[in-house]
């Protein structure tokens, strides 16, 4: 029994399943934060800080292992935490995980009569958006961004009818495969929910597990150890879900570090802005000191609820101290997380599309190189004879790889929509044309 609950349950995650380290890490401290919920928070200048996140891995199905230490551990974990916790015997019961499954109305309705706080996991986070599509589920992505704020804002439900503006504390933790990259679109991040999120890139490294003893890998005694373990687990968490200690704030040095780290990364924004203020990378980059606070905060309860020596400073009341032990793992941690958003950018930017040939896109390419002033849409459909889904998708790739850039102008009470090159500019001194950054936007003027 150690210094920090985060660190031993990685470990022990990592043991059991052999998943990635980031991956056993992220979830470790998901449920640490879900139990810490909303009486819990850091009080700066501009508020209160609360510390929940979102966290996607994004892997190939099995060899990534990202479901087995959610629905085999973690899940397990938070129900003997409910458990211990006196949550089960409630009239009705409290349960900390969230309704994977789920209609608007039902959610808004469940976090209103049942329960405000709780860890929503989805092992399939793709189907969000093949929900999304569907009309009872409009609304669903910016949904998802109210709840990881915090805070619901004023709806008509069939049952409830007006229902007021509303404060949630919800942890989402979700995985996928990357089918999520024909999925999404820069209006994923431009709109705000993408930016909220701290992505994991399976790294495409496989290490076998050692071959253990059969009877070390099977029987009951491995049961009788599982359990132990997870018993020992949820019963740190009892002591935080128990916690008198409702705020923290960091020491002078650690304070200073996050301070020093907020104006490099304002520094950064501000950089890339200059290049392109529709750069999501600009947009990514202007939440990251924010969950740097946060995870500094949980990394300093995650350090009193496991050390024993330690634990009763939860039962007091003043403010307990962030040291500059837990902002650096805080910093290091978002560190981590902006690189593999860097991996994700170029991923999704490269991928192979399944309608769009990569000999019909430099078609696309070489036409447009030859016109300074770019194409007109009709132009292009009338060269190059493609269908509408061919096109479509043709147009979807080269748009969000940066490859053209799409301007529109109103003609006769209609848009009309140009394509340039992304080395040309398109010059007018009227001043007419205006560029085009979203995908919805472009599928709206041409009727896809």
């Given at each position: 029994?150690?210094?920090?609950?985060?660190?031993?349950?990685t470990?022990?995650l990592?043991?059991?399943?052999?998943?990635?380290v980031?991956?056993?890490?992220?979830?470790?401290?998901?449920?640490?934060s879900?139990?810490l919920?909303?009486?819990?928070?850091l009080?700066?200048?501009?508020g209160?800080?609360?510390?929940?996140?979102f966290f996607?891995?994004?892997?190939?199905?099995g060899?990534?292992?990202?479901?087995?230490?959610?629905?085999?551990?973690?899940?397990?974990?938070?129900e003997?935490y409910d458990?211990l916790?006196?949550?089960?015997?409630?009239?009705?019961?409290?349960?900390?995980e969230?309704?994977?499954?789920?209609?608007?109305?039902?959610?808004?309705?469940?976090?209103?009569e049942?329960n405000?706080?709780?860890?929503?996991?989805k092992?399939?986070?793709?189907s969000?958006?093949?929900?999304?599509n569907?009309e009872?589920?409009?609304?669903?992505?910016?949904?998802?961004?109210?709840?990881?704020?915090?805070r619901?804002?004023?709806?008509?439900?069939?049952?409830?009818?007006?229902?007021?503006p509303?404060?949630?504390?919800?942890?989402?933790?979700?995985?996928?495969?990357?089918?999520?990259?024909?999925?999404?679109?820069?209006?994923?991040f431009?709109?705000?929910?993408?930016?909220?999120?701290?992505?994991l890139?399976?790294?495409?490294?496989y290490?076998?597990?050692?071959i253990?003893d059969t009877?070390?890998?099977?029987?009951?005694?491995?049961?009788?150890?599982?359990?132990?373990?997870?018993?020992?687990?949820?019963?740190?968490?009892?002591?935080?879900?128990?916690?008198q200690?409702n705020?923290l704030?960091?020491?002078?040095?650690?304070g200073?570090?996050w301070?020093?780290?907020?104006?490099?990364?304002?520094e950064?924004?501000a950089n890339?802005?200059?290049?392109?203020?529709?750069?999501?990378t600009?947009?990514?980059?202007?939440?990251?000191?924010?969950?740097?606070l946060?995870?500094?905060?949980?990394?300093r309860?995650?350090r009193?609820?496991r050390?024993?020596?330690?634990?009763?400073l939860?039962?007091t009341e003043?403010?307990?101290l962030?040291?500059?032990?837990?902002?650096?793992w805080?910093?290091?941690?978002?560190?981590?997380?902006?690189?593999h958003?860097?991996k994700l950018?170029?991923?999704w930017?490269?991928?192979?599309?399944?309608?769009?040939?990569?000999?019909?896109?430099?078609t696309?390419?070489?036409l447009?190189?030859?016109?300074?002033?770019?194409?007109?849409?009709?132009q292009?459909?009338?060269?190059?004879?493609?269908?509408d889904r061919t096109?479509?998708e043709?147009?979807?790739?080269?748009?969000?790889?940066?490859m053209?850039?799409?301007?529109?102008?109103?003609?006769a009470?209609?848009?009309?929509?140009?394509?340039?090159?992304?080395?040309?500019?398109?010059?007018?001194t009227r001043?007419?044309?205006h560029?085009i950054?979203?995908?919805?936007s472009?599928?709206?003027i041409?009727?896809?």
């Amino acid at each position: 029994m150690g210094g920090s609950w985060i660190e031993d349950y990685t470990d022990f995650l990592v043991e059991q399943t052999g998943t990635n380290v980031d991956w056993a890490e992220s979830i470790a401290t998901s449920i640490l934060s879900t139990v810490l919920g909303s009486r819990r928070y850091l009080y700066t200048k501009q508020g209160a800080v609360k510390m929940n996140l979102f966290f996607l891995y994004i892997g190939p199905s099995g060899l990534a292992k990202k479901s087995l230490p959610m629905t085999n551990f973690g899940q397990p974990l938070i129900e003997k935490y409910d458990e211990l916790m006196g949550y089960t015997d409630m009239d009705p019961p409290k349960r900390t995980e969230l309704p994977r499954r789920f209609s608007l109305e039902g959610m808004i309705t469940y976090l209103n009569e049942e329960n405000q706080e709780g860890l929503l996991w989805k092992d399939e986070f793709t189907s969000m958006f093949k929900e999304a599509n569907k009309e009872y589920m409009s609304g669903l992505i910016e949904f998802v961004s109210e709840l990881v704020d915090g805070r619901l804002g004023a709806r008509y439900t069939n049952k409830n009818k007006l229902q007021l503006p509303q404060d949630v504390y919800v942890n989402v933790i979700a995985a996928t495969t990357p089918y999520i990259y024909d999925v999404i679109s820069n209006d994923f991040f431009l709109q705000g929910t993408g930016n909220r999120v701290l992505y994991l890139i399976y790294d495409g490294k496989y290490k076998p597990q050692d071959i253990v003893d059969t009877e070390k890998y099977f029987g009951s005694y491995n049961k009788e150890l599982h359990d132990s373990d997870q018993d020992e687990y949820a019963q740190n968490l009892t002591l935080l879900g128990n916690s008198q200690l409702n705020y923290l704030q960091p020491i002078d040095e650690a304070g200073q570090m996050w301070l020093k780290w907020r104006n490099e990364l304002d520094e950064r924004v501000a950089n890339k802005y200059k290049e392109s203020m529709f750069d999501v990378t600009t947009v990514y980059l202007g939440k990251a000191a924010l969950n740097t606070l946060k995870l500094a905060g949980i990394h300093r309860y995650s350090r009193l609820c496991r050390d024993p020596i330690q634990q009763s400073l939860l039962q007091t009341e003043p403010t307990e101290l962030i040291m500059a032990e837990d902002m650096e793992w805080a910093i290091k941690k978002t560190q981590k997380h902006l690189d593999h958003f860097d991996k994700l950018v170029h991923q999704w930017h490269t991928r192979p599309d399944r309608y769009a040939k990569d000999t019909e896109s430099q078609t696309l390419l070489k036409l447009l190189q030859n016109s300074v002033d770019g194409l007109a849409f009709w132009q292009i459909r009338r060269t190059c004879k493609w269908n509408d889904r061919t096109l479509r998708e043709v147009f979807k790739t080269l748009f969000e790889q940066r490859m053209i850039k799409l301007y529109s102008k109103k003609s006769a009470g209609r848009p009309t929509l140009r394509v340039v090159h992304n080395e040309n500019i398109l010059y007018d001194t009227r001043k007419e044309w205006h560029e085009i950054t979203g995908w919805s936007s472009v599928r709206a003027i041409c009727g896809w």
